[in-house]
């Protein structure tokens, strides 16, 4: 069997999720399946890895236009597969004209949804129409749908009311939990500009709406004075969300010392060693599928306090792996905090009150490693997909 498995994002240009999740998930499935991976960017050296970059005259057109034209490009390319497996819009459109043209079945990954990411209106314009259409019309007709969590088949099964509840099925994100895992390398973090013997925040993610950094920035005015915030924080979707968290962090500076903001993304070691030296990690997002970064927390050993919206409750175990933090949010698509201000105070209390127990902190982290090796390696993740191929391709 060969599987064509199509995605923006593919080593070396990850910058989120699902990027992580398509590299483990080829690596797992080779093991005993032919992976052909067919990736947005530029040219990779790595066997059955193919990239398509931006087809000539439509470097200048709208983002989502640029997407379509290289997406054709792969769905030609996919002739000869027994099966397609599409992760995000971006690739959505190739699984979905392969399928069409080829007569092959179509696995989509959802890993997040178009519908409820609104803001997105202001990075792509007339683009956002366009890759909404790509999610809907895709999802409809994909033989399989896999949705990273039960919260996100809610998701689905919510937003988009025609799809089949049976072609809908669960398979989360993965860990490596060889990659990470509890580093003690004070020096590594000291580079870093953080003093490893003080208490520390630690928030991994992109500037974008969903991340929720600027609730974070407001709930860390009421943080204990020797707590350090750490920012690994780039990647702005737009220049209105990056000067509202440049505005914020610069005020909270002129409160406090200790608020360090890293915006270049750090390899794997740095990062290891960041996450574990911290007292807990911090995830305040308005919009979370599952959040791969919360797992590579717990695998570090650190605590994660986290929102109650998607799929975090399913991986951060509340009084157990972390503290899950009460949200309830607008239900136009936005995920807005119908209280900002009580959610806002929710957050700083559940932070101060993990900071404030290094010792219980450090028995949250350890549990929370337990239940990343219990639940989310990615051998138990292959086989749930292996399983799924197996089922379409009846």
Not at 114 to 137: H, N, V
Not at 171 to 180: A, K, S
Not at 292 to 315: F, H, R, S, W, Y
Request: proline content about 7%.
């Amino acid at each position: 069997m060969r599987v064509d498995l199509l995605s923006r994002e593919y080593p070396p240009e990850v910058y989120g999720g699902a990027g992580v999740h398509v590299a483990e998930l080829v690596r797992a499935l080779r093991r005993d399946i032919e992976v052909v991976v067919r990736a947005f960017g530029a040219p990779r050296d790595e066997p059955g890895v193919f990239s398509y970059a931006t087809p000539a005259g439509l470097e200048d057109a709208n983002g989502a236009l640029q997407t379509m034209g290289a997406d054709l490009a792969i769905a030609r390319d996919v002739a000869g597969a027994d099966l397609v497996h599409s992760h995000t819009w971006y690739a959505n459109l190739a699984g979905r004209v392969a399928q069409l043209l080829h007569g092959i079945p179509h696995v989509a990954t959802a890993h997040s949804l178009e519908p409820l990411r609104p803001w997105k209106a202001e990075q792509l314009g007339g683009g956002y129409r366009l890759s909404s259409w790509i999610e809907r019309d895709a999802l409809a007709s994909a033989d399989a749908v896999v949705a990273v969590s039960e919260g996100m088949r809610r998701d689905l099964l919510r937003v988009y009311p025609e799809l089949e509840p049976d072609r809908v099925r669960v398979v989360y994100n993965g860990i490596d939990l060889d990659g990470w895992r509890r580093v003690d390398d004070g020096d590594a973090v000291r580079a870093l500009g953080v003093d490893p013997d003080r208490p520390s925040i630690v928030f991994v993610g992109r500037i974008t709406r969903q991340k929720g950094l600027p609730y974070l920035l407001r709930a860390a005015r009421s943080l204990p004075g020797d707590v350090q915030l750490v920012l690994c924080a780039g990647a702005p979707d737009t220049p209105e969300i990056m000067a509202e968290v440049e505005g914020l962090v610069a005020e909270l500076r002129v409160e406090r010392d200790g608020v360090v903001w890293i915006d270049r993304h750090l390899p794997r070691p740095e990062l290891t060693a960041l996450l574990s030296a911290a007292t807990t990690f911090v995830c305040p997002s308005v919009y979370e599928p599952l959040g791969i970064v919360n797992l590579e927390a717990m695998a570090c050993g650190a605590p994660v306090v986290g929102t109650g919206t998607g799929g975090i409750p399913e991986v951060v175990a509340d009084g157990v792996t972390g503290a899950i933090v009460p949200l309830d949010q607008a239900d136009d698509g936005t995920g807005t905090p119908l209280d900002p201000v009580r959610f806002v105070a929710d957050l700083a209390d559940a932070l101060a009150e993990m900071v404030s127990d290094p010792a219980r902190a450090r028995a949250l982290g350890e549990a929370g490693r337990e239940r990343a090796e219990r639940e989310f390696s990615w051998d138990a993740i292959a086989d749930r997909t292996r399983a799924l191929y197996a089922d379409v391709l009846v």
